[in-house]
Each structure stands twice: as C-alpha cells, then as structure tokens.
C-alpha cells in the first residue's frame, strides 16, 4: 500500500510513448525503427502501443538501438504493467457502480463486443476519456445540488450521473430560443391546459413547443436502477436551461407537480446551480419555495379555499372543481392529499396512470 507521501498517478504511460517520444527526436519511421529491431512491423506497433511486453531480450535491443539500459526498459514496462492493473481494478468498480443493463435496455448504451471494452463504452457515454475525470467532472456537479426529500430510498450517484448525461444528450436535439425569464412564466398559463390531456403524445409535445420558446428545453428521460430522481433542473449553457423528469410515480398529479416545481426554480432560484428533485434534501426554504410556486400555479391562491372546502370523497364534486379552475382532477387529488383533506388511498382513480410503452 503506497505511503501517504507516494506519489500515485491515476494515469499510465506506456514504454511505447518514450520510444514513440525518441523516434520523433530522431527523425525516425516506424517502419526504420522495426527493421533496426529486427521485427514485423505489426509486432513493433504492438510495442509502441503498451499491448505487447518488453521481456528482457526486447529489453537488450532497445538497448542497442535507443539507448537506456536495459534496466531502465525493463523496470518502465514493469511500472506500467503495475498502474495498469491498478486502475483496471479501480475503472471495474465504477462499472459496477453504473446502471449498465438499464443503459443497454433503455438505448443509452450499445452492447460492448466485449467485457474490456465496457469501460471505454461507458466513459464515451458521458464524453469523458477516463474513470478519474469522470470523477472529477460529477463530484463537482453532484456536491452542488439541492434536492427536494424524499427518505424511503437511496440513490447511486452514478446511476443520477448516467441520468443527467442522458438528459444533456436529448436536450441537444431541442432547438430553443434564448432564455427568457419574463416570456418563460407567462407562459406557464399556457401550460395549465394540458393537464387535462390524457396521454402524454398528446401533451409532451406542446410542453416542448412552449418551453423552448423561452429557452427551456424538456427531456423526458427514464430514471435507471439506483436513480430516485423525479426531476431536475439546470442551466446547459448561459441562454438555455433544461428540464429534466423521469416519469418516477408514472401518474399525472406527481408528473405536473414536478414539472411546475422545477419551473418555479428556473424562476426564484436561476443562480444556475443543479436542482435535483427525489433524492434528498439540500436546502429546504427553496425546495418550501419551489413548492409554493407549483401548488398556487396549478391552483391559485384564490380558489385554495374552495380546494380545502371540498367534500372528502365526493369524486363528482372534485372533477367539477377541476373542471372549472382547468386542471385536471388527479392534480386535485394530489393537492388533498398533500393537505391532509383526503386520505392518500382515496379517489386514486381520478389521477392518470402512465406506463412506459406510452
């Protein structure tokens, strides 16, 4: 085990770049190099690349023909050989941190043709070059968020990462205008509408239309094995934000809740940090906040008395409420039951229920 003083890389570096280093020094082809070695060309190429062994009788005649001991080659294969391993050891525990068979099922992910490529597939997946920089990218990202609570489960970090990436690769498709804040809660009274659209081919896309008009691209992106996460948000660059929902409770009150929740954060908290909803809980007067906009947005501040008024139970009286505020009656339901009028196993069947092959 090193030292706390040893220096440990989490990188290798091939014999094969020194020598590759040295035949540029001396204006040296592959082709010359491999004939002074006395070996294919195909096999000198295998060399330069780390995939074959300096064993000691290459070790003599890069001695001969390079320079540098045959120590020194044998000693830098050995250490390569050495970080190699260790990092292998270290690149498989981050694959088995990923939701792999969820990725490959969902079409995020291509079979590997074999087990040792998985890691390069996955590490092309989120467009970074190493398990390391991986590590860096989404340590930074994920100690910056603020959840909305949610303590029944436990969520892997890499499986939240494999989510958003998915997101930020399906935003990428969406054309947006730049944002705008102002024309982005103005049309929030566009979107109240469609709630009461039964299926989501029927509301998804105009949800698309009127966000990107303001700069908000909408991912609908399937929450992997390990991922709690019911929605986020987040700035991709200065001009376009994204939401992204995952479709977790898969009925349309949890589905309009989060949305219109995520919006509210686009608009009070814009200070472009992550907020990632259904994990846990970060800052809890802006999740309260958050909240607020989403429940006086579906209902307004001057029907929540009629709300609170209805008749536990009266299904009739609930679809009429929701009729005529223009929303739909599982949102209602939602907002009972959160407030304590209605028992959360009551009117269930007014509330839409999704399913994937949707």
Not at 192 to 208: A, E, Q
Not at 261 to 281: I, P, Q, T, Y
Not at 296 to 308: G, K
Request: with cysteine.
């Amino acid at each position: 085990m090193p030292s706390g003083d040893e220096f440990v890389p989490d990188w290798t570096s091939a014999p094969g770049d020194t020598i590759a280093d040295i035949l540029v020094e001396r204006n040296l082809s592959v082709a010359e190099f491999a004939g002074r070695m006395g070996q294919p060309i195909d096999r000198t190429k295998d060399l330069i690349q780390g995939r074959a062994t300096i064993t000691i009788k290459i070790a003599r005649r890069l001695q001969q023909v390079l320079g540098a001991s045959v120590e020194f080659w044998m000693s830098r294969d050995f250490q390569y050989r050495e970080d190699t391993a260790r990092l292998h050891g270290a690149d498989d525990e981050w694959l088995r941190e990923l939701p792999i068979g969820d990725m490959i099922k969902f079409g995020w992910l291509y079979p590997a043709p074999r087990p040792s490529e998985e890691v390069a597939a996955s590490l092309r997946f989120f467009g970074l070059s190493s398990v390391p920089a991986w590590r860096h990218a989404y340590a930074e990202l994920l100690a910056m968020t603020a959840f909305r609570t949610s303590q029944s489960f436990d969520s892997r970090s890499a499986a939240v990462a494999a989510w958003l990436r998915q997101g930020e690769i399906e935003s990428k498709m969406i054309d947006c205008s730049p944002w705008d804040p102002n024309q982005f809660e103005q049309s929030l009274s566009a979107v109240r509408p469609l709630t009461r659209r039964k299926h989501p081919s029927h509301f998804i896309p105009g949800l698309r239309q009127i966000c990107a008009a303001s700069g908000v691209a909408i991912a609908i992106v399937r929450a992997p094995n390990g991922c709690r996460a019911s929605g986020a948000t987040r700035f991709l660059a200065r001009d376009k934000a994204l939401i992204q929902l995952s479709f977790r409770y898969l009925s349309d009150d949890q589905f309009w809740f989060t949305f219109f929740h995520e919006a509210g954060h686009l608009l009070r908290h814009g200070d472009r940090k992550l907020f990632l909803e259904g994990v846990e809980s970060s800052s809890q007067r802006e999740e309260d906040e958050a909240n607020e906009f989403a429940a006086q947005i579906l209902v307004p501040p001057q029907a929540q008395p009629i709300l609170l008024s209805l008749r536990a139970n009266d299904s009739r009286e609930v679809i009429r409420f929701a009729q005529r505020i223009g929303i739909s009656p599982g949102i209602v339901v939602g907002q009972l039951q959160h407030y304590g009028r209605v028992r959360r196993d009551h009117l269930n069947s007014l509330k839409r229920r999704f399913t994937w092959d949707e």
